[in-house]
C-alpha cells in the first residue's frame, strides 16, 4: 500500500503470491477518481457517481477487442485492436468497422503523430 495527500494505491495478492487486484484512488482537479483492475481481463473506474466498466477481450493471450458499459446501462461500446507485426496496436475500430483512433510510435515505442511520424521534441 502506498498513500500521499492526492494518491492512494492498495494490492491485494492471490494464493499463488501473484497480484490479483490493484485499486489505485487519485485527486484530479479536485474529484476523486478510483479504478480497480481485478485482472488483466477486467477494469472498473470510478468518478463521482458515473462508474465505467471495461472488459478486454483476449484472443491467444494478445487484447482483441475492449467492451465498455457506464452505471447499470445495457448499452455497450466495443473497440477492435488492430495490430502491426510488432504486435504494437496500430488501429482502434468500432462496431461497424469505421476507425476511430490511428496510432503510431518511434523505434523506441514512444507515441508520436500519425500523420507525421515526427517524434514529439525531435528536432
Known sequence: MTRNADNYSEYWYGPGGDRSV???ESRIAGALET?????????RRTQGATVEHTHYIQANGVTVATVRR???STANTTRYLHRDHLGSVVLITNEAGNVTETLAYDAWGKRR??????TPGAG
Open 22 to 24: 490493484f485499486k489505485q
Open 35 to 43: 479504478v480497480i483492475y481485478g485482472s488483466a481481463l477486467y477494469e
Open 70 to 72: 457506464y452505471g447499470t
Open 113 to 118: 503523430p500519425p500523420s507525421t511520424w515526427i
